[in-house]
């Protein structure tokens, strides 16, 4: 049996009272008659003063009104940063000013706003200071929709603005999750209703459950908590919220915008599967997949384990007589390649006997290139030999081969004596030392003139891309170009070439076509 709210807690899941006829309902009970003040029979009226007529007048009022019911249009409804609700109740012939203090005001399952019918139930209170008498509102119910269907289209209208509706937000659960996540009563029969057929379609799937309740005050902070520590473990691939069918109040923990977002904040896909496939509650928006029921959950993320191993041969069989024949295709087609192509055995006798045939040419425009190069070197060697020292040092070894001979005769013809022997050997050392010092001298000064004279050459300019013009018919070096003239005849020596005979020219002779000013 449910406990009784106390008087000054709201009851969300009360049944609403009836809607009043008129603007307001009469109290219950009926109000006791005032105190009515006897006055004298002899005097006039009794003169009272404010304070007195006002504290009669809020007796009158507190105690005649203390429980009511009126209905009308909330205008200047504003929250105050304390907590406290201030509106004024409005109908074609009257205004009410009310408050809802912070207590009851943040019970409140939907958002009141200027406009709004509603029916507020609560006493009536005078305010001394200002003469004022206003309503302490302990409750509000709209007319029309009831308050929890109101709060859950406001909520359901501000979730939809931010885009957590969108289709593109929603994330696609894993074909055959390592783990599933539950978020529900361990005790209920959703759970049961969900592992039996999870576990019919794939024994062995493993399944964790964070227990919470899912009805009544609190239920939906626990609901939280649980998405929230499913979410923070790596081994979770997805995550059911479910629990069975009810009324509206029963459901409305899955109403409640913190577990709106909880479910829009989880690391992986939310599935919700909450009540019956009539049933829709706000997580149902904003989960990424929704079930109509817990079995029906179960069914969307497990696959039949038969099917899936009998799908899986299928797809094997169906592999591997693919790659059979792909094989097979491929044999027959290099078998036809090898016929097309012959022996290559033939083609690579071809390919060698031209490889020899280069080769042949090769050496040979090789042998002509060092032949020709080796003439050259020669010819190079007679001419520094014909202006070598050397003949000059042949005629002197000559001479001294005679001097020697012509000593050796006088020493033989005088008297041997031991000192002139000395004396004659002292001598040919130091002739041998002379002629060894000056044949050195005169090779490092012929090495020297011959790089002088090859950098000086006139060859070596040719070769650096220069040339010389001339004038045929007198022989004159053109320097500039207005020393010839157009149609006159010139000659540009381009090299030379050394001969037998002397050097000669390499020329080209041509014409001048015209002329360019320096």
């Known amino acids: 049996m449910s406990a009784q709210p106390k008087p000054d807690q709201f009851d969300l899941f009360a049944p609403r009272a009836a809607r009043p006829e008129g603007p307001a309902v009469a109290p219950l009970p009926a109000p006791p008659p005032p105190a009515v003040l006897e006055p004298p029979l002899a005097a006039g009226p009794v003169v009272l003063t404010v304070s007195e007529l006002t504290v009669q007048v809020k007796g009158l009022l507190e105690a005649g009104f203390s429980r009511v019911a009126v209905s009308g249009e ?34 409140l399952p939907f958002d009141p706003h200027d406009g709004l019918e509603v029916v507020c139930h609560g006493r009536l209170e005078v305010y001394p200071p200002h003469g004022k008498y206003q309503l ?54 959703a759970l049961r209703d969900f592992l039996r057929v999870l576990h019919l379609r794939y024994p062995g799937l493993p399944v964790l459950v964070a227990p919470a309740r899912v009805q009544g005050e609190g239920a939906a902070a626990e609901i939280v908590v649980a998405l929230q520590s499913l979410s923070a473990r790596m081994d979770v691939d997805v995550v059911v919220v479910t629990r069975g069918g009810g009324s509206m109040e029963d459901l409305w923990a899955f109403n409640e915008e913190a577990v709106a977002r909880a479910i829009v904040g989880c690391r992986v896909p939310v599935v ?36 899936l191993e009998t799908g899986v041969a299928l797809l094997v069989r169906r592999l591997r007589r693919g790659l059979e024949s792909t094989v097979r295709q491929r044999r027959e087609r290099l078998l036809r390649l090898r016929f097309g192509l012959g022996d290559p055995r033939l083609a690579l006798a071809d390919r060698r006997l031209a490889v020899a045939d280069l080769e042949d040419r090769l050496q040979a425009g090789l ?15 007679e001419r520094l030999e014909a202006r070598s020292p050397r ?24 008297i041997a004596l031991p000192a002139r022997q000395v004396a004659l050997a002292q001598l040919q050392g130091r002739i041998a030392s002379a002629a060894k010092a000056l044949l050195q001298q005169r090779q490092q000064a012929l090495q020297i003139s011959h790089a002088r004279l090859h950098a000086i050459s006139p060859q070596r300019v040719f070769e650096r891309g220069y040339s010389v013009t001339r004038l045929s018919r007198t022989g004159h070096i053109v320097r500039s170009s207005n020393e010839a003239v157009a149609g006159e005849e010139i000659d540009v ?25 320096p």
């Open 74 to 107: 909330l205008s200047n409804c504003r929250r105050q940063s304390s907590g406290h609700l201030y509106f004024t109740l409005k109908d074609a012939g009257a205004t009410l000013g009310a408050v809802m203090w912070r207590r009851e005001a943040v019970r």
């Open 136 to 189: 302490i509102a302990e409750r509000l119910e709209p007319l029309g929709a009831g308050a929890l269907t109101l709060a859950f289209e406001q909520l359901k209208a501000k979730l939809g603005q931010e885009g957590l509706f969108e289709p593109g937000r929603k994330r696609a659960p894993p074909f055959l999750p390592r783990k599933i996540g539950v978020v529900t009563s361990p005790t209920g029969a």
């Open 272 to 307: 919700s599967a909450v009540g019956h496939e009539i049933d829709f509650t706000i997580a149902d928006f904003v989960a990424d997949r929704r079930a109509p029921t817990p079995s029906g959950a179960a069914e969307m993320l497990a696959p039949v384990r038969r099917e």
């Open 367 to 381: 042998r002509g290139a060092f032949e020709g190069r080796r003439a050259a070197l020669r010819k190079l060697r």
């Open 391 to 414: 003949a000059d040092l042949a005629q002197r070894t000559r001479l001294l081969h005679a001097l020697r001979t012509a000593l050796e005769r006088s020493g033989r013809r005088a």
């Open 493 to 517: 020596v381009l090299g030379l070439t050394d001969e037998v005979g002397g050097v000669r020219e390499d020329r080209l002779r041509a014409i001048v076509t015209g002329s360019c000013d």
